[in-house]
């Protein structure tokens, strides 16, 4: 079969606007920022590409602790969707946290740019633990996910999970 040059570039311009289509935007992680909700602070770790999110509130003892959520690069070599990433986090301690497991899946939620998972998560190294309220969202359409799973309160893990949904290039 002949082929004209006309098609053959209309075919190389449609494979690559599919390929494009597929891939998430390349983002500066550095200037990639959710907004926060009064009391949490960020900290960009160069080394790491990482950002690190506390927020201190009363823990049992009325000692204040810390609540933590993370926003990085999303790896390459886990799973996109969100069963198949839900089912890592419930049966490789190696997986994301290591010596963590989530203890219970509670929600599996598709959204418009990616999926949230929310759950329980302990860790396998202290008896006493009983987990705590964890998450995972994935920004498809930013190439980045945020994860937290030191929270001392179903409230405060969900100001995370709103933050991380305010992610903007």
């Not at 986090?89 to 929310?118: C, H, M, N, R």
Request: proline share 6%; aromatic share 12%; net charge neutral.
């Amino acid at each position: 079969m002949k082929r004209t040059l006309g098609a053959v570039l209309c075919f190389s311009l449609a494979a690559s606007f599919a390929l494009a289509k597929d891939k998430p935007k390349k983002v500066d992680l550095a200037k990639l920022k959710p907004s926060i909700a009064e009391g949490w602070s960020g900290e960009f770790n160069t080394a790491l590409q990482s950002w690190t999110f506390e927020k201190y509130t009363p823990g049992p003892d009325e000692m204040n602790v810390p609540n933590r959520f993370y926003l990085d690069v999303f790896p390459g070599d886990r799973p996109k969707d969100v069963e198949g990433y839900a089912k890592k986090l419930q049966k490789d301690k190696t997986f994301q946290d290591f010596g963590s497991l989530f203890i219970s899946v509670a929600e599996k939620t598709k959204l418009p740019s990616g999926w949230l998972i929310t759950g329980v998560q302990k860790y396998l190294d202290d008896a006493e633990d009983k987990g705590q309220p964890a998450f995972v969202l994935y920004r498809e359409d930013l190439g980045v996910y945020c994860r937290g799973s030191v929270f001392m309160s179903e409230a405060v893990r969900a100001e995370a999970i709103e933050a991380c949904k305010t992610l903007t290039p």
